[in-house]
C-alpha cells in the first residue's frame, strides 16, 4: 500500500466547530486530493492539490478549506461543522496529474452532532 | 463538469459466472477510465484501468472495454469467487484542465455460494 495516514481515524464533533483532518503522505507525490463518501453519492472531490500552496476546488467545496504548506501534508478544514458533513473523508494521493493512477488513504469518519 | 453514471447498484451472481459493471460518461475529454475495489469498512483499491487510446484492456479474471463514440466503459469479472463481494466504483478523469476523478455511484456484488 501506498505511503498514506489519514488522522484522526474517527472523530465526533459539535455542529458549529471548525474541524481540520490531516493527510500525510511518505511517497513525493506531487497530487493530494480530498474525497467525501456517502451512500448512494460514491466519491465526490471537495479540493485538491498540485504543489505546494497550489490547490483548488473541487465539485462540492462549499464549507471546506484546505492547505498545503509542505509537500508531505495536506488539511482539509471545515469552517463551522453542518450535520450535512458528517461523511467519511477519504485523501488520495497521485503521482501525476488526475487521469494517472490515485492510491487512497484509509479514511476519516467525521459525525457531527 | 463530467458525470458519470454507474449501472446497476447492484448485482448478484452464482460463484463462477461472470459479473458485468456499466458506466457512461459525459465529457469526451476525459481520458482515463480507473475501476475501484471498496471491502466493507476499507478504502477503495485500483484494480485495474483504461487510457482513451485502448479498446481493452485484461488481468487474469478481470477486464476492461472502452467505447470513445459512445462514451461507455465496462467492468468484466470472470469465474466469480467470493473474495470477489464488494462494492465496485468506476470513475473518468475531469477533463477542461480540472483534475480529479468523478466517480460512478457503485455497484455492490454480491457472489451467491
Known amino acids: 500500500d501506498a505511503g498514506i495516514t489519514q488522522s484522526p481515524r474517527h472523530k465526533v464533533t459539535e455542529t458549529g466547530t471548525p474541524v481540520t483532518l490531516r493527510c500525510h503522505q511518505t511517497e513525493n507525490h506531487r497530487y493530494m486530493y480530498w474525497y467525501r463518501q456517502d451512500p448512494g453519492h460514491g466519491l465526490r472531490l471537495i479540493h485538491y492539490?498540485?504543489?505546494?500552496?497550489?490547490?483548488d476546488k473541487g465539485e462540492v467545496s462549499d464549507g471546506y478549506s484546505v492547505s498545503r504548506s509542505k509537500t508531505e501534508d495536506f488539511l482539509l478544514t471545515l469552517e463551522s461543522a453542518t450535520s450535512s458533513q458528517t461523511s467519511v473523508y477519504f485523501c488520495a494521493i497521485s503521482e501525476y496529474r488526475g487521469d494517472t493512477e490515485a492510491f487512497f488513504g484509509q479514511g476519516t469518519r467525521l459525525t457531527v452532532v | 463538469g463530467e458525470n458519470v453514471e454507474q449501472h446497476p447498484s447492484t448485482l448478484s451472481v452464482q460463484e463462477g459466472d461472470s459479473a458485468v459493471i456499466k458506466c457512461t460518461y459525459s465529457?469526451?475529454?476525459?481520458?482515463?477510465f480507473p475501476w475501484y475495489k471498496q471491502e466493507l469498512g476499507k478504502r477503495p483499491q485500483l484494480i485495474i484501468d483504461i487510457r482513451s487510446n485502448v479498446g481493452e484492456k485484461k488481468d487474469q479474471r478481470i477486464a476492461v472495454t472502452l467505447n470513445k463514440t459512445a462514451k461507455h466503459f465496462s467492468l468484466h469479472i470472470t469465474e466469480t469467487q467470493p473474495e470477489d463481494s464488494a462494492v465496485y466504483f468506476c470513475?473518468?478523469?475531469?477533463?477542461?484542465?480540472?483534475?480529479?476523478?468523478?466517480f460512478g455511484k457503485g455497484t455492490h456484488l454480491i457472489i451467491q455460494p
Open positions: 465529457d469526451s475529454a476525459s481520458n482515463y
Open positions: 492539490s498540485y504543489g505546494v500552496k497550489d490547490t
Open positions: 470513475a473518468a478523469s475531469m477533463g477542461g484542465g480540472a483534475d480529479g476523478l468523478t
